[in-house]
């Protein structure tokens, strides 16, 4: 029977979770090898939620200090060494699926640069908003019918998070952007506060789709959630929530017309990239 091997009867040596075999140098678990690398190759610098460096990192709560938890990692002795001999990150499957289908259906002739920037940010952003927790338990033609109406919403928070540099004329967008880049916020954005933002949104959108209405009282839990972030993580930054706020009100705002716009930006129509995306 092809699949993946079962688990391993060692735990993960740093939160105790289900280890499917050694990764630099300690039996660990998918999410806590993912997470040092990840940590590793961007040379993250963590501060520790609760500020006494001795936060418990179990199954249960190993997302809960990033921290402690790359702390753990280097303590148990997990080698930095092999994240950086690396060739680099490994392409995820259904990225590159979603990335051949774009291929096949671009014209063949040469796109131009900012046709070709749109659209790979498009397909992170598809990658990001239909993986989102919130979204986990949602049929794949629900998916499909969220993102068909809210493309354009989400699109700009990866637009400003990878910040790129694409022509968008309209001057609501532009607007809107700059509030928020203010400061270079988006320039350093991380991909917690973004995982968060897009969680926000997607609870603050959902009271628009019956079938994830019941979800929207869980936009006041991702706002609690994302300031605590930033009050962590960039306490110098003392605007930096408000501004996510601020952006926030923007992208929900009926007064901002953007999709046809943006739309404008690709070779093929953003409807024909999500019905093509491997849910």
């Given at each position: 029977m092809l699949g993946r091997a079962l688990p391993s009867t060692v735990p993960c040596q740093i939160c105790g979770d289900k280890s499917y075999g050694r990764h630099y140098g300690l039996w660990t678990c998918d999410g806590c090898?993912?997470?040092?690398?990840?940590?590793?190759?961007?040379?993250?610098?963590?501060?520790?939620?609760?500020?006494d460096n001795a936060c418990v990192i179990d199954k249960t709560r190993r997302n809960w200090c990033p921290a402690c938890r790359l702390r753990k990692c280097f303590d148990m002795q997990m080698n930095k060494d092999a994240v950086q001999k690396e060739r680099g990150p490994r392409r995820d499957r259904s990225r590159l699926s979603l990335e051949l289908s774009l291929l096949a259906n671009l014209p063949k002739d040469i796109q131009a640069v900012g046709s070709k920037r749109a659209e790979q940010i498009f397909s992170n952003m598809l990658m990001e908003v239909s993986k989102s927790v919130v979204l986990s338990f949602t049929p794949h033609h629900h998916k499909r019918d969220f993102l068909?109406?809210?493309?354009?919403?989400?699109?700009?928070?990866?637009?400003?998070?990878?910040?790129?540099?694409?022509?968008?004329?309209?001057?609501?967008?532009?607007?809107?952007?700059?509030?928020?880049?203010?400061?270079?916020?988006?320039?350093?954005?991380?991909?917690?506060?973004?995982?968060?933002?897009?969680?926000?949104?997607?609870?603050?959108?959902?009271s628009n789709f019956e079938f994830i209405r019941f979800i929207s009282p869980l936009h006041m839990v991702y706002s609690l959630w994302l300031k605590n972030h930033c009050e962590?993580?960039?306490?110098?930054?003392?605007?930096?929530?408000?501004r996510f706020m601020?952006?926030?009100?923007?992208?929900?705002?009926?007064?901002?017309?953007f999709g046809t716009e943006i739309a404008r930006l690709f070779d093929v129509s953003p409807a024909v990239l999500i019905s093509k995306f491997p849910m």
């Amino acid at each position: 029977m092809l699949g993946r091997a079962l688990p391993s009867t060692v735990p993960c040596q740093i939160c105790g979770d289900k280890s499917y075999g050694r990764h630099y140098g300690l039996w660990t678990c998918d999410g806590c090898s993912c997470f040092f690398k990840r940590s590793v190759r961007r040379n993250i610098q963590y501060s520790c939620i609760s500020g006494d460096n001795a936060c418990v990192i179990d199954k249960t709560r190993r997302n809960w200090c990033p921290a402690c938890r790359l702390r753990k990692c280097f303590d148990m002795q997990m080698n930095k060494d092999a994240v950086q001999k690396e060739r680099g990150p490994r392409r995820d499957r259904s990225r590159l699926s979603l990335e051949l289908s774009l291929l096949a259906n671009l014209p063949k002739d040469i796109q131009a640069v900012g046709s070709k920037r749109a659209e790979q940010i498009f397909s992170n952003m598809l990658m990001e908003v239909s993986k989102s927790v919130v979204l986990s338990f949602t049929p794949h033609h629900h998916k499909r019918d969220f993102l068909m109406h809210t493309w354009n919403i989400f699109f700009l928070i990866q637009y400003v998070h990878n910040h790129q540099i694409v022509n968008i004329d309209n001057d609501s967008v532009h607007s809107a952007c700059l509030r928020f880049t203010l400061n270079r916020t988006a320039k350093h954005t991380d991909p917690e506060e973004i995982r968060l933002f897009n969680c926000m949104l997607i609870t603050k959108l959902a009271s628009n789709f019956e079938f994830i209405r019941f979800i929207s009282p869980l936009h006041m839990v991702y706002s609690l959630w994302l300031k605590n972030h930033c009050e962590a993580y960039y306490p110098t930054d003392e605007g930096r929530f408000a501004r996510f706020m601020a952006f926030e009100s923007d992208l929900t705002s009926s007064a901002m017309p953007f999709g046809t716009e943006i739309a404008r930006l690709f070779d093929v129509s953003p409807a024909v990239l999500i019905s093509k995306f491997p849910m």
